[in-house]
Nanobody
Framework: QVQLAESGGGSVQSGGSLRLSCAVS????????LGWFRQASGKEREGIAV???????NFADSVKGRFTISQDNSKNTLYLQMDSLKPEDTAMYYC??????????????????????????RGQGTQVTVSS
């Protein structure tokens, strides 16, 4: 069983930065997806960044060039570095993980892009608020 716990959210002014962390407890399979999605009030989930067990990363166009995803395997932690934040980045941010048998054909990103509903695990979320 895998458990995820996010931290690092908060309030920041436009143009500022935040780094979200996701502590991963339990053991992931040899093939896995780790990602972040967000959900603003009254809106659908938006998959924004993913890294898979091969180290491949993908980002939503809305955050490309501003957000970076990384993982520290020694600390079992996933990170989302968010720079040049905008008010439209305001949302609840969730860490999510999946352990599919096959991650080819860009599976991890394709699944997250449609909201990550097929992912097995999800954290409780951390709120990010960006003021103008």
């Amino acid at each position: 069983q895998v458990q995820l716990a996010e931290s690092g959210g908060g309030s920041v002014q436009s143009g500022g930065s935040l780094r979200l962390s996701c502590a991963v407890s339990g053991t992931l399979a040899s093939t896995y997806c780790l990602g972040w999605f967000r959900q603003a009030s009254g809106k659908e989930r938006e998959g924004i960044a993913v890294i898979d067990s091969d180290g491949s990363t993908n980002f939503a166009d809305s955050v490309k060039g501003r957000f970076t995803i990384s993982q520290d395997n020694s600390k079992n932690t996933l990170y989302l570095q968010m720079d040049s934040l905008k008010p439209e980045d305001t949302a609840m941010y969730y860490c999510t993980a999946d352990t599919p048998y096959y991650i080819g054909d860009n599976y991890c990103w394709r699944a997250l892009l449609v909201g990550g509903y097929e992912y097995n695990y999800r954290g409780q979320g951390t709120q990010v608020t960006v003021s103008s």
